[in-house]
């Protein structure tokens, strides 16, 4: 059976400490879906349909890694998908509260799915999505920190 690993998170935007943990999921599982989690209360700073296609942009030479979007509970979408493994990073003791318990409550609703952490790199441990929203907000450069170029944000 093949060993799919779902990559669910909001990408808002995809960052270099997320291609990581993308590469190091290829080495390990038959297929990784990074999977974009929408939802309609909560506005994105960057569009889903650019984030899709630059995604699919950077992964095209990647068979192995593929990229969907999702509402609603990610335990269903593992099933829709056939991913038995949930794959997500772990930054620092702050991360680990918040995705242990996203874990276990995922566990419960789904029992047998696995949820697999990796340890980010050193070199990605200060890389956040938020942050990175921050400074491209007031205009810094965040070109260090993404693996593809963020639009500009009309005023
Ligand atoms: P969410 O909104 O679900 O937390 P994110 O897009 O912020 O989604 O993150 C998705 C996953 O990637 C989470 O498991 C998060 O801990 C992990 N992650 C985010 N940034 C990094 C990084 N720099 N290194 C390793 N893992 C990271």
Do not use: C
Request: hydrophobic letters at 40%; zero cysteines.
């Amino acid at each position: 059976m093949k060993r799919i690993a779902l990559f669910p998170g909001s990408f808002d935007p995809f960052t270099n400490g997320h291609l990581d943990i993308v590469r190091r999921g290829v080495g390990l599982f038959d297929e990784v879906i990074i999977a974009i989690g929408t939802n309609s209360s909560k506005q994105r700073q960057f569009p889903l349909a650019w984030l899709t296609a630059q995604l699919d942009a950077l992964f095209a030479d990647e068979p192995r890694v593929s990229v969907r979007s999702y509402q609603g509970l990610t335990t269903e979408f593992t099933r829709e998908t056939g991913a038995s493994y949930l794959l997500r990073g772990l930054r620092n003791t702050l991360d680990f509260e918040y995705e242990n318990a996203i874990a276990q409550a995922n566990r419960q609703l789904s029992p047998g799915l696995e949820t697999v952490f990796l340890v980010t790199s050193p070199t990605q441990a200060a890389v956040s999505s938020t942050i990175i929203r921050e400074i491209h907000r007031f205009g810094g450069d965040v070109s260090q920190f993404v693996p593809f170029t963020l639009p500009a944000l009309s005023a």
